[in-house]
T-cell receptor, first 113, second 113 residues
Framework: DQQVKQNSPSLSVQEGRISILNCDYT??????FLWYKKYPAEGPTFLIS?????DKNEDGRFTVFLNKSAKHLSLHIVPSQPGDSAVYFC????????????FGSGTQLTVLP | DAGVIQSPRHEVTEMGQEVTLRCKPI?????LFWYRQTMMRGLELLIY????????DSGMPEDRFSAKMPNASFSTLKIQPSEPRDSAVYFC???????????FGQGTRLTVV
C-alpha cells in the first residue's frame, strides 16, 4: 500500500520554464511533507518542506504547495536550470513519535538547455 | 561535519556470500535508518534505530538480513547469505530523534552475481 505516490516517473522542461512535480498521499494523518533531490551516485538531499498547517512554502526558486482536501502537493521550480536535473522524491514522516519517512517513487526531472 | 558516511561505496559479491554494509551517522544524531532503493520498489525503509535500539524492523525483507547498532557512531547491515535479488543501492540516514529531516549517506551499490 503506497501511502505516498508520484505518478509521473519523468518530466522534461526547457531551461527557464517552470517545472511542476506532483505528489499524492492517502494517509490523512500525515502532518508534514518533504521534498528530496537525488543526483546519480549520491544520496537524497533535503530540498524543502511544508507543514500541514500551511498551504505554501517558498525558498528561492522552489515553492511547495499543499492541498489537504485533495491530499495533493506539488513542487514548483521557477526558473528551471540544467543543474536541477535530478530525481525528486516526495516524503512524509509517519505520524507519532517515530517519524520515519515514507517516500514516493520519485520523478526524474530533466531540464533541457 | 562530514555527513553520514557509508562504506563501501560499491560491493560486488557472489551469491551465497556474506555482505556487510557499514554506516557512521552524523555526530549527535540519535536516529538511524537503513533504506534500500530498487527500480521496482523505490526507496523503502528496512529498519531504524533510536538511541541505538532497533525500533521497527518490519521492512527487513527476510531473516537473511540483520542490522546492528553497537554504539551511537556505527551501524551495520548484514546479508547472509546474499542473493542476486538483493542487488540494490542501500542508504543509511540519520536524524535527531523527532526531527523530520533525515540526512542520507551516499549509499552502497550492492551487486550480487
Amino acid at each position: 500500500d503506497q501511502q505516498v505516490k508520484q505518478n509521473s516517473p519523468s518530466l522534461s522542461v526547457q531551461e527557464g520554464r517552470i517545472s511542476i512535480l506532483n505528489c499524492d498521499y492517502t494517509n490523512s494523518m500525515f502532518d508534514y511533507f518533504l521534498w528530496y533531490k537525488k543526483y546519480p551516485a549520491e544520496g537524497p538531499t533535503f530540498l524543502i518542506s511544508i507543514s500541514s498547517i500551511k498551504d505554501k512554502n517558498e525558498d528561492g526558486r522552489f515553492t511547495v504547495f499543499l492541498n489537504k482536501s485533495a491530499k495533493h502537493l506539488s513542487l514548483h521550480i521557477v526558473p528551471s536550470q540544467p543543474g536541477d536535473s535530478a530525481v525528486y522524491f516526495c516524503a512524509a514522516p509517519t505520524p507519532g513519535s517515530a517519524r520515519q519517512l515514507t517516500f514516493g517513487s520519485g520523478t526524474q526531472l530533466t531540464v533541457l538547455p | 561535519d562530514a555527513g553520514v558516511i557509508q562504506s563501501p561505496r560499491h560491493e560486488v559479491t557472489e551469491m551465497g556470500q556474506e555482505v556487510t554494509l557499514r554506516c557512521k551517522p552524523i555526530s549527535g544524531h540519535n536516529s538511524l535508518f537503513w533504506y534500500r532503493q530498487t527500480m521496482m520498489r523505490g526507496l523503502e525503509l528496512l529498519i531504524y534505530f533510536n538511541n541505538n535500539v532497533p525500533i521497527d524492523d518490519s521492512g527487513m525483507p527476510e531473516d537473511r538480513f540483520s542490522a546492528k547498532m553497537p554504539n551511537a557512531s556505527f551501524s551495520t547491515l548484514k546479508i547472509q547469505p546474499s542473493e542476486p535479488r538483493d542487488s540494490a543501492v542501500y542508504f543509511c540516514a540519520s536524524s535527531l530523534m523527532g526531527d523530520t529531516e533525515a540526512f542520507f549517506g551516499q549509499g552502497t551499490r550492492l551487486t550480487v552475481v
